[in-house]
């Protein structure tokens, strides 16, 4: 199971359970679950406020647990709105090239999305050219079939940051999640989603990434981080 499907799923039964809208999420992954295991979603809400509700899921496969996501969800009633980063400036989605898949031949959660490249690389291949200057990759995503942007499709998205580990070394590798944090600000209707990821660093055999996600119109929708186990791919003999 792809990591991002898990803690988007979590959020969803965190969301349909409290009636409120996700603040922020965290995600600790711990084991995987291969097709054909049916994985059971557990939601606890230890904390119900007047305007926040805490709440936890376990997923598990049998009695194994798979992850566990903690979460804060509500709104409060005021009237600023403000955010101080901005989208970085990059082509439109059409002037940019379509991602290539890492797997044509599996019909996967990548063949249900769309990603084009607007800054950096994302490929398998290693660079010619070494590692990054910036560690920064920018995408664009959208969901084919015309599926709406919301908190879960937000947290499928946010995953990608461990594809820019590859850009960032300048080799073919990638990384394995050990945790995936999102935090929301307002989701507003957009087609595209523009993914600024930033690789801040690896070493000790972890990668560290972040990730800025904004709607076409640059209002930022929601920022997320994770570390990852650095994954150096076989046929990137060095």
Known sequence: MFGGVGMAAAIGAMEGTCGRPVIWATAQYLSYARPPSVVDLDVWTPAEGKYVSQARVIA?????????VNAALGQRPGDLDHQW?????????????????????VEDLHSQIEVRVARGRHTR????????????????IRPRGGQAVDSTMLAIMADHVPSGVGHALGRNAGGNSLDNTIRFLTIVPTEWVLCDVTISGVANGVAHGAMRLFAEDGRLMATASQSMILRLREDDAR
Do not use: F, Y
């Open 60 to 68: 598990h496969v049998g009695d194994k647990e798979i992850l566990t």
């Open 85 to 105: 980063v901005t989208a970085p400036e990059v082509p439109s989605p059409g002037d940019c090239e379509e991602s290539e898949r890492w797997r044509d031949d």
């Open 125 to 140: 291949t290693a660079n010619p050219e070494g590692p990054s200057d910036d560690g920064r990759v920018v995408l664009w």
